[in-house]
């Protein structure tokens, strides 16, 4: 069964850093896509970020220049740097996989990124001063 568990939510002042942890279980394949996404308080689900099995990332316009997708395999960890962080960034955070393709990214869509099979459930981070 394929399990992620998000970690590294918590309240932070603007401007501040945090770095998002998401331990994965199972076994991608050789092509596969690992993103986050988020959902502000009211709002619709949103994509963040995504890295694909060839290393390419992308990111929203909203967080691009500020937040970093990266990814351990060796400890099967993905992460999500964030650093100026803004009020408009208060969401719950949540991590999701496609082990058997690259990703899938439309830019200028909500979603952002697509076909994501799993789903983790999810940490809330809180900008605030």
């Known amino acids: 069964e394929v399990q992620l568990v998000e970690s590294g939510g918590g309240l932070v002042q603007p401007g501040g850093s945090l770095r998002l942890s998401c331990a994965y279980s199972?076994?991608?394949?050789?092509?596969?896509?690992m993103a986050w996404f988020r959902q502000p308080p009211g709002k619709e689900r949103e994509g963040v970020a995504a890295?694909?099995?060839?290393?390419?990332?992308s990111y929203a316009n909203s967080v691009k220049d500020r937040f970093t997708i990266s990814i351990d395999n060796t400890k099967r960890i993905l992460y999500l740097q964030m650093n100026s962080l803004k009020p408009e960034d208060t969401a719950m955070y949540y991590c999701?996989?496609?082990?058997?393709?690259?990703?899938?990214?439309?830019?200028?869509?909500?979603?952002?990124?697509?076909?994501?099979?799993?789903w983790g459930k999810g940490t809330l981070i809180t900008i605030s001063s």
């Open positions: 890295v694909s099995s060839d290393g390419s990332t």
């Open positions: 199972g076994y991608p394949s050789s092509s596969y896509c």
């Open positions: 999701a996989a496609d082990y058997s393709s690259m990703c899938v990214v439309i830019r200028g869509t909500t979603t952002f990124v697509y076909g994501m099979d799993y």
